[in-house]
Structure formats: structure tokens, C-alpha cells
């Protein structure tokens, strides 16, 4: 035991004899790129994370909405109901390409959403 309390005494003197002058630049530069890609990523992520709740609640925005739009609706008209859910969960992923492929699928339907259909 008393043996690695010495190996940690060593260590920790030469961690405190090696300073900036006894690197060599190429071990100074490692360090420094370790340091910004540290913060790189930091940014990285704190950007991703703002990323997603502005995603979560433009989702909430868009459900609320389709939500209101379906309780309005007197579901006669399966097809539409069905077009309106379509297009929710295509806003929902942010991707028009779904809407597109799964609302010409409907027989006899004009799409409630031309524009995003076309």
C-alpha cells in the first residue's frame, strides 16, 4: 500500500516540474486543439439541444392546430380525416416527402393541402 502512495507523490511532482517550457510545441498544440474541440462540441451541443426544443414546440404549435382542425371536423369524410393526420405527422417530422407519398395513397381524395401535395 505504502508503495503506490509513493507513485502517486511521484506523479504528482512531475506533474508540477513539467510546465509550459518543457513541452514541445507539437505536445502545446495537441493540448490546444483538445481545449477547442472541448468547446467546439460544448457549442455544438448546447445549439443542438436549443435546436430541438424549437422543434418540440413548433410540434406542439402544429398538433394544437390539427388537433382543433379534427375536432371540428364531423368525420363523414374518412379520407380528409385521414389527410389532416397525414400532414400533422409530416409537419411533425419536418418532412413534406411523407405528406406527398401517403396522401395520393387516398382513393377519390383531393388533398386538403395542395401546396405541400404538389
Excluded at 511521484?10 to 474541440?37: F, G, H, P
Excluded at 375536432?71 to 416527402?97: E, H, R, W
Aim: charged content about 30%; hydrophobic content about 35%; overall charge neutral.
Amino acid at each position: 500500500m505504502s508503495d503506490f502512495f509513493k507513485q502517486v507523490e511521484e506523479l504528482k511532482a512531475n506533474k508540477k516540474s513539467e510546465t509550459l517550457e518543457s513541452k514541445t510545441s507539437t505536445e502545446l498544440l495537441q493540448e490546444l486543439e483538445a481545449v477547442r474541440t472541448r468547446a467546439s462540441t460544448k457549442y455544438n451541443a448546447e445549439q443542438l439541444q436549443k435546436e430541438l426544443y424549437h422543434r418540440a414546440i413548433e410540434n406542439i404549435k402544429i398538433s394544437e392546430w390539427n388537433r382543433i382542425q379534427i375536432n371540428k371536423n364531423d368525420f363523414s369524410n374518412k379520407d380528409q380525416v385521414i389527410d389532416i393526420l397525414l400532414y400533422t405527422v409530416g409537419k411533425m417530422a419536418l418532412d413534406p416527402i411523407f405528406y406527398k407519398m401517403n396522401v395520393c395513397k387516398l382513393k377519390e381524395h383531393i388533398p386538403i393541402y395542395t401546396k405541400e401535395a404538389e
